[in-house]
């Protein structure tokens, strides 16, 4: 039972799934044997080609890229090309019913990225720029993964290994097999059948749609801004608006978005304000969907020479779940290489990191929580937008309140920080003080 499992010269090594978690453990197990001086194989097997436009390329995203994960992504030497990038986004516009405002990035530098994990939207003529999850798949297969297209239908646990088998007819065993599979439910059901004590992750609809608007209309009304809302709708705990390219993506997050939420938001007043009067956004609309998200991480993601990484097992609570990926995937990898495949080897080494994941997103329920507690007071809303409008006129180490927000809209901190930063007396001074005179003089700013 505590026996490690190790990888040997010419071991096999099967990731399913080429989304970022599938392809930043290629990239890591390659980068890792290759330094430990082994020689393994590593095949990844996907269904989707990235070069497609629309639903059949595109692994349904907001698609930004945080702060921190491209500060990581840069410390291992990968940096993320121009034709990957459709914009930099500098400075996050916060509306509320009250009236909206800018915040600009804490550290002044264009550090996030907006982009398509796909080639972009059906009907996209744009063929310069690249897809998000090619270039990574791209990346993994520099560093020497195989990538197989097709998808794995079979799984077939053997006293020394796992044997998949794809659709097309594609069979092979491997010594360890890598679920970086997201939240598809037909393939959690191949996982369960070689480790029947795996519990998929619970999740919950959201909402994408893209709205091709062309670049001089993005530019006029939006720039390189993302904007967010705070609104008091139901079931919406935060909804926002992304510049890319061409285009502009509206996301919706909270719990079991339908039609007529998304219509409900879409007429709301500081939403309808963002785009230009006379146009009917319906003709504008060329792709929708309302993907799953993973809103509480998997139990039992691994046994013996199997591993779930990414969605599939744990990730960050509503945002940055790229990052999360990126830290699932190398802590399997690490474990795999240098320590082992066996039940054992990773719930020492790999299931801490997702214990971690897993708390810090007990920290983002309360933090969600308070702030649709604000979104559904008017008084706090007000006092929250004084404060926010009056931190923007001051120096950067004193914007207290907009640190706050735009790490929880970035995602770019774990929420434990974020939760103790608002924990700061003088924020919570000027918070009550903003409100108070909130109530007394009223704010309306733009
Ligand atoms: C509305 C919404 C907005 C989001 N916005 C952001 C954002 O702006 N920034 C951010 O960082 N994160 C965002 N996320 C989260 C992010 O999309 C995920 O966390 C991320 O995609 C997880 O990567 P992954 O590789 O684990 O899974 P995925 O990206 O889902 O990749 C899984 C891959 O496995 C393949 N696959 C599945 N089954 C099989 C099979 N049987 N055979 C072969 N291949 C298979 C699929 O085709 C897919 O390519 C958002 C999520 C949602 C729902």
Known sequence: MNKSIELKDGSQIAVIGGGPAGSFFAYFALDFAERYGMDIGVDIIEGKDFNCAGPTGCNHCGGIVSESLIQSLSTEGIILPSNVIRRGIESYTMHLEQGSTVIETPLNEQRIASMFRGLGPRGIKDNEQLSFDNYLMELSHQKGA????????ETKKTPDGIVLKTKDGFEKKYDLVVGAVGLNAR????????NPSFVPPKTTKTHICEFHLGKDMINEYFGNSMHVFLLNLPNIKFGALIPKGNYVTMVLLGSDINKEIVAAFL?????????PEDIDLNDYMPCQCYPSINILGA???FDDRMILIGDSASSKLYKNGIGAAYITAKAAARTAIFEGVSKHDFKKHYQPVCNELDRDN????????VTTVIQKSPILKKGLLRMVVKEQKKEKNKRYMSSVLWDTFTGSAPYTDIFKRTLNPILIKNLIGNTFSGLIIGTKSK
């Open 267 to 275: 007429e709301s007043e500081p939403v309808r304000s963002c785009f």
């Open 299 to 301: 139990k039992s993601a």
């Open 362 to 369: 007990i920290i983002g329920k309360f933090i969600f929580l």
């Open 187 to 194: 393939t959690f059901k191949l996982f369960q059948q070689i």
């Open 146 to 153: 195989t990538l197989i297209s097709g998808r794995v239908t």
